[in-house]
């Protein structure tokens, strides 16, 4: 069973997923994948501001963010840590044909033992952060997900509720310990990762590193370039990693 039939999309008869089309695998594919979206705050006398943002997600998938207390959008959450951000895929032609996610949640500041693991992983993505990350009035934030609605492009849409797009997070906390040195592993084989980000439809001549790691998956970054490299199965050990890993290496291998 596939993971739409376990967590239904929510029901409107005027959202609809054509016949094969995961929407919530795309759904999760555009989250690990865009790099900066449109956070929507509210101001205190309740209207919507939005303004652009960095993204990375933590391991189950939530996404975080990396602000300063003196910008607007701060004080917006510090007073209502209700949120909403656009991921939106670019590309040629019309935009609005392009596969969009937008997610709808509160926003919590990353505070104490979890905030390193969250640098780590911001930073892994956005490296050019680490020149403020650690300055005093900046802060991470993680959004935790209420909902989300995908539109895949024409005639592909579909909401979903936020505990069907994260990851569970027993399935999840086995990577904390494991990602910094598989991900140090991983980066030390350069043609293995071009060919990982040419199966996923990247260019392979990129200089192309792990940025992520999570149960279903590789997160590849190449300078503004990004890629998916999903696994057959889901982790849920070190051990199914191990396999997961091995069964990456051969199909980014195969002709």
């Known amino acids: 069973m596939n993971d739409d039939a376990k967590n239904p999309p929510t029901e409107n008869p005027a959202f609809a997923l054509p016949p094969g089309y995961d929407g919530l695998a795309e759904a999760r594919r555009l989250l690990r994948t865009i790099r900066a979206g449109a956070l929507a705050t509210l101001t205190q006398d309740g209207f919507p501001f939005a303004s652009l943002v960095n993204v990375a ?3 189950d998938g939530a996404p975080l963010i990396l602000t300063s207390s003196l910008s607007a959008h701060t004080q917006h959450m510090l007073a209502d840590s209700r949120a909403s951000l656009l991921l939106s895929e670019g590309g040629k032609g019309d935009p609005l044909a392009h596969p969009r996610l937008t997610l709808v949640g509160r926003m919590g500041r990353v505070e104490g033992a979890a905030r390193a693991g969250v640098k780590a992983r911001f930073l892994s993505r956005h490296p050019k ?5 650690d300055f005093g009035d900046f802060a991470f934030w993680r959004l935790e997900i209420a909902r989300a609605h995908l539109n895949g492009g024409f005639a592909k849409a579909a909401s979903y509720e936020g505990a069907a797009i994260l990851l569970p997070a027993d399935e999840s906390a086995f ?5 910094a040195e598989t991900l140090e592993q991983l980066n030390a084989g350069p043609d293995f990762l071009r060919q990982v980000a040419a199966k996923a439809g990247g260019p392979a001549d990129g200089r192309w590193r792990v940025s992520g790691l999570d149960p279903e998956g590789l997160d590849l970054c190449a300078g503004d370039l990004t890629a998916r490299a999903p696994f057959a199965e889901r982790a849920t050990d070190s051990t199914s990693l191990q396999q997961a890993l091995a069964a990456l290496r051969l199909a980014a291998a195969a002709k």
């Open 175 to 179: 990577i904390a310990a494991l990602e």
């Open 129 to 133: 952060s680490a020149l403020y990350a």
């Open 57 to 59: 997600t933590d391991v």
